[in-house]
């Protein structure tokens, strides 16, 4: 296998990496038609891998960096593909979120901004692989809370009506994104509370992260001691069946 893709020159990898894309678009259209589930996790995750790292470790695996290179301009030339066809096929003459945006900032700025969220594509990858690798384990270790990752981790925009080409695309990238940034936080509300349950020295910041950690205002003061720290754990999980943060649903008596 690897002397057949050394053989093969470097737009030759390309066109065989973007038509292996193209034919795997249909075919999560055709599952998804067939079964919904393949929108949502674990379905979910096997559809992302195959269109994201999965041709860059191929692409390593058997030709080296440009294999790489191969499989990240397939991909942008699939992206594009796809794309186009879809507004030309579906979208009609419906307004679009890409053109509108580029009345208000620019058509450069706007395509710059798209692009400039692509990079974080292996970021948030990195996170998914730690919320089906790692909390599984802190959950058998310390009893945090099992979640329906399926709660979060979806896609359902292509269910707007008239969202198609680009549009539809980012939208579902930030479908995607959404959840995993929410898991991801939702689950990091157990390791804080459960560990450091004591409240940061600077105002501002305590302020910043309420949103995101609501029992904050519950963690000991900055000016407390260890022994309050203590007092606080025993009393927030001693017994406890699950030891989820304080404001959890499975907690009866919320914070």
């Not at 737009?11 to 589930?37: E, K, Q, S």
């Not at 105002?203 to 519950?218: A, I, S, T, V, Y």
């Amino acid at each position: 296998m690897n002397e057949f893709f050394n053989d093969l020159s470097w737009p030759t990898l390309t066109l065989l990496f973007a038509a292996v894309l193209l034919a795997l678009i249909g075919a999560a259209r055709l599952c998804y038609r067939m079964n919904p589930d393949h929108a949502q996790a674990p379905l979910l995750d096997i559809w992302i891998s195959l269109f994201t790292w999965v041709p860059w470790a191929i692409g390593i695996l058997h030709a080296g960096w440009m294999g790489l290179l191969a499989s990240l301009v397939a991909q942008l030339m699939v992206l594009h593909i796809f794309c186009l066809s879809d507004r030309f096929l579906r979208g009609g003459k419906s307004p679009a979120i890409i053109s509108t945006l580029e009345k208000m900032v620019g058509v450069g700025r706007n395509q710059m901004g798209l692009y400039t969220t692509l990079p974080a594509l292996p970021l948030f990858l990195q996170v998914r692989l730690g919320q089906c690798v790692l909390y599984p384990i802190l959950r058998g270790a310390v009893k945090f809370p099992k979640y329906q990752h399926r709660d979060w981790i979806s896609v359902s925009r292509q269910k707007f009506e008239g969202l198609a080409g680009y549009d539809l695309l980012f939208c579902l990238y930030c479908d995607w994104a959404a959840g995993v940034y929410s898991l991801g936080a939702e689950m990091l509300r157990n390791v804080e509370s459960f560990w450091c349950p004591i409240r940061f020295h600077h105002e501002k910041k305590c302020e910043n992260c309420r949103m995101d950690f609501p029992d904050l205002g519950g963690w000991v003061k900055p000016e407390g001691n260890m022994a309050e720290v203590s007092l606080e754990l025993k009393t927030r999980y001693a017994g406890r069946p699950t030891n989820s943060w304080w404001g959890h649903s499975d907690r009866k008596s919320p914070s």
